[in-house]
């Protein structure tokens, strides 16, 4: 495997990390973006975003001239498609990322080259991107199953689980499923995860392996949307939702995950639909989470609404606007749409948006007069509202008692106190 170049295509969250990755274990690694911004930030040894340890390793790769990024799409052996696949109006999937990669790659094929999609993708799609690039390059052979000559090219789909935050250590360490369209694929495939990959490499076919991951997400977000209803349901009976789900965790068999103002991001939020949307009869279920999750940021403005109205509040301090912990994205961030609700709600309230990951308010924010980006440090909530959206590290510290608010909605449970254990009583005989 060492020597063989491959191409990385589309440089973000994913494919950069896993460009450095494979740059530092032997391969000649050529990142393409369609954004110059990000081309010529990779090749000045840059990262355009904020992932820990990330930018040491593009640095080193860059600096040893392992890595390199452009804008046209170069001959490789291997071509890894990390390009975003969003979903469009009715929440059908946005292939046209992936396809417009696909028209890209095939002009440059020559034979035996393997493909691999990364992104996270509907079942059968790395099928249609095979076909897709057969029907452009009908001089060479696709290797749709394993009926093939020695230079067909190749196909594989291997999807990515890392935590956004800690995606160097789990690019690493997590284990990883390849499925091909062949068995050579998958073969092939498997040889280029494991020179890097410290965990189990587990093989199936293409269409497991894109259903696999979007069923680790559906979990997540079902898993997610029970949290969110078992708060709705403490708001109405009064009672602290996080006593709650720690004593009831106390089952060894129970593991209820926390609530939060919703579900944000790329994949938890987005991906649930594409199985919805491959068998829409069969996922009701799923369906209900994303609506419930959906609703979430809703809830919490009526219970920061309620707060403004009950203390007379002229200032509202929102702690965290990415969509997790740690992390500075803010791609279909919750927090964001309970920002703007807020804002437009009481135009004579001043918002302070504290978010130390950022350091310019996202569009939809910016333009708001009464909306603006407030130090972590500085965080007083000057006898306001204070509601915690997000629990990043760097609020651990704050006390609430210090904060000055009038009203609290700690929406994450930054403050929330943990179970009393009964004290040990001595039976006097
Ligand atoms: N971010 C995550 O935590 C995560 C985790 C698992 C899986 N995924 C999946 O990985 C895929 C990529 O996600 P991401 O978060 O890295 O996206 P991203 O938006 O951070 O990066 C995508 C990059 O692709 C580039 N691009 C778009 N079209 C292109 C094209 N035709 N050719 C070359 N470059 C192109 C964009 O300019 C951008 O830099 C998605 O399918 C996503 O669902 C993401």
């Not at 950069?16 to 040894?45: C, E, K, M, R, W």
């Not at 820990?52 to 890894?80: C, H, K, N, T």
């Not at 609020?395 to 106190?417: H, Q, T």
């Amino acid at each position: 495997m060492e020597n063989k170049t491959v191409a990385v295509v589309g440089l973000g969250y994913i494919g950069l990390p896993t460009a450095a990755v494979l740059a530092s274990h032997g391969f000649q690694v050529i990142g393409v973006d369609t954004n110059p911004d990000v081309v010529a930030a990779v090749n000045a040894g840059q990262v355009p975003f904020v992932e820990p340890d990330l930018d040491v390793a593009v640095a080193g790769a860059v600096s040893r001239s392992w890595l390199s990024a452009q804008a046209e799409m170069p001959r490789a052996d291997i071509f890894v498609v990390a390009v975003p696949t969003p979903f469009r109006a009715g929440r059908q999937p946005d292939l046209s990322f992936v396809e417009a990669a696909a028209r890209a790659i095939a002009p440059v094929l020559t034979g035996a080259e393997l493909v691999i999609l990364e992104s996270t993708s509907p079942p059968g799609t790395t099928q249609r991107l095979a076909r897709a690039i057969g029907d452009l390059r009908q001089d060479l052979e696709m290797a749709l199953d394993d009926e093939h000559g020695p230079s067909a090219v190749h196909f594989a789909h291997c999807p990515e689980r890392v935590l956004p935050g800690r995606i160097m250590t789990e690019m690493i360490e997590n284990d990883r499923i390849v499925g091909g369209l062949s068995a050579a694929s998958t073969q092939m495939a498997s040889a280029m995860y494991r020179t890097f990959c410290k965990g189990e490499v587990l093989t199936t076919t293409a269409e497991t392996a894109e259903t696999a991951k979007l069923v680790e997400n559906a979990y997540r977000d079902v898993n997610i949307a029970l949290a969110n209803e078992i708060s709705n349901v403490a708001d109405v009976l009064d009672i602290d939702v996080w006593e709650v789900i720690e004593l009831a965790n106390r089952h060894p068999r129970v593991n209820i995950l926390r609530p939060g103002p919703g579900v944000g991001g790329h994949c938890i939020a987005v991906d649930p639909w594409f199985l919805i949307s491959a068998a829409p009869d069969e996922t009701p279920l799923m369906r209900q989470a994303r609506n419930t999750n959906d609703a979430k940021p809703t809830q919490v403005v009526a219970n920061i609404e309620a707060a403004v109205r009950e203390s007379g509040a002229l200032s509202v301090t929102l702690l965290g606007l990415s969509y997790k912990a740690d992390i500075d994205d803010l791609r279909e961030s919750p927090s964001v749409q309970i920002a703007r609700d807020v804002a437009l709600a009481f135009p004579d309230v001043q918002v302070n948006v504290v978010e130390p990951h950022i350091s310019l308010l996202p569009t939809g924010l910016d333009q708001l007069e009464n909306v603006r980006l407030a130090g972590w440090t500085a965080a007083g909530a000057e006898q306001g509202v204070l509601a915690v959206l997000v629990d990043h590290s760097v609020f651990k510290g704050l006390i609430r008692e210090e904060m000055g608010a009038a009203e609290v909605v700690d929406v994450c449970g930054l403050w929330s106190r943990p179970a009393v254990v009964a004290p040990l009583v001595l039976d006097v005989i």
